[in-house]
């Protein structure tokens, strides 16, 4: 969660409100003025009232086809809800109407970061960075493709150019801190996510990334405190429910990890990690066929992964199905040995060999359920 986005400043509450009022009196007299339409529009964005807001801006839109600016914000809203699909084509006509605007090609760029098309975002990006026209949101942005991309020295350029423009950028040390952690510097990415959070005490993002830092060094309890502040800043952020769902499986704490986890996959059900993780918990606490259903939806996700398969094989001896723990286990000793795990294909074999006696298959049963995913079905 390190994406910097275009993003509004800290908005004055009292004064957008006066100013939501003023507006809506205009709009009362005059209903078909586009600009008073986009005035309140984005007060209303302002303010993180996503809804109200782009209905204003469809409303400048319909009376106003070549508003650039409410084609543009329409597509920030569409980005802050996650919405990326939608936001493009907002983005893509304001990038037509202006396309030196360095906000809109700033946002355009998050939508391809949330929609994994890091390549998109480097072609879309570079062309001004290298001509000198980069902001900090721009040179972050860029440096979050190139990182996805693994490119890290060119990553750490990027991050650094940004923090030459505003060395007080929160969200620059933030990112700084993710590229120090994927680049094995754990101590100094604590240090920058805490610089961060000194320049900036509500940024959910440093936030979060502090509290993943901390579980992983053991400091649970701190991690907690992290990812709550961090739930606050984004409500509802699956992944950041799945940081609570680890952190509380880290100390034992079952029961609201399961609930942390299940929220997590109800918002993003694609999640590989929190089925996984899910498959798990339902394994420590002996809820084998709720376990078997979460590494099935894992397996449908990741179909190669071998680590499914070989849990799926001991569950289903857990509960007696003797052909479905071969036929898993089997298959997990497939795709072991087509990764080159040698040690875990050679005990799927053995487990293959140890299941046939248990469950008394002949030669003919065993060459069948090893032989074929088919034997999965039902």
């Known amino acids: 969660m390190a994406l910097c986005v275009l993003c509004a400043c800290a908005p004055d509450t009292e004064q957008n409100e006066n100013k939501i009022k003023k507006y809506q009196a205009r709009i009362a007299i005059d209903p078909n003025n586009a600009e008073v339409h986009y005035q309140l529009g984005h007060s209303h964005l302002t303010l993180g009232r996503y809804e109200q807001g782009m209905s204003h801006l469809q409303d400048v839109v319909r009376l106003s086809k070549k508003h650039m600016m409410a084609h543009r914000d329409l597509g920030w809203a569409l980005v802050q809800l996650k919405e990326y699909r939608a936001a493009e084509p907002w983005l893509l006509k304001a990038l037509e109407m202006k396309p030196s605007d360095r906000a809109t090609l700033s946002t355009l760029s998050a939508v391809y970061i949330g929609q994994k098309r890091y390549r998109d975002a ?56 993710v590229l120090l952690e994927k680049t094995g510097q754990s101590e100094q990415a604590l240090g920058e996510y805490r610089i961060a959070l000194t320049l900036d005490p509500g940024h959910g993002s440093a936030h979060f990334n502090l509290a993943v830092a901390l579980t992983r060094q053991g400091k649970r309890f701190e991690a907690l405190n992290h990812f709550r502040i961090a739930q606050q800043a984004y409500p509802g952020d699956p992944e950041i429910l799945a940081g609570l769902g680890w952190t509380y499986h880290k100390l034992n704490r079952y029961r609201p990890a399961i609930d942390y986890y299940e929220e997590s996959v109800r918002l993003a059900p694609s999640n590989l990690q929190a089925q996984q993780a899910l498959g798990e918990l339902w394994d420590i606490t002996q809820q084998y066929d709720r376990a078997i259903d979460a590494y099935e939806t894992a397996a449908g996700l990741d179909p190669e992964g071998p680590d499914h398969y070989y849990h799926l094989g001991r569950l289903n001896d857990h509960l007696k199905e003797g052909e479905k723990a071969v036929a898993y286990m089997a298959l997990a000793e497939t795709l072991y040995r087509k990764k080159r795990d040698t040690e875990m294909a050679a005990h799927c074999r053995k487990n293959v060999t140890i299941l046939a006696r248990k469950y008394k298959f002949k030669k003919g049963k065993l060459r069948r359920l090893t032989q074929s995913r088919q034997s999965l079905a039902g």
């Open 122 to 177: 480097v072609d879309l990006l570079k062309p001004f960075v290298d001509t000198g026209r980069g902001t900090v949101k721009i040179h972050n942005n860029l440096a979050a493709a190139y990182r996805h991309l693994k490119l890290y020295r060119l990553a750490m350029e990027q991050t650094q150019k940004a923090l030459k423009k505003n060395p007080d950028s929160a969200a620059s040390h933030n990112n700084l801190g």
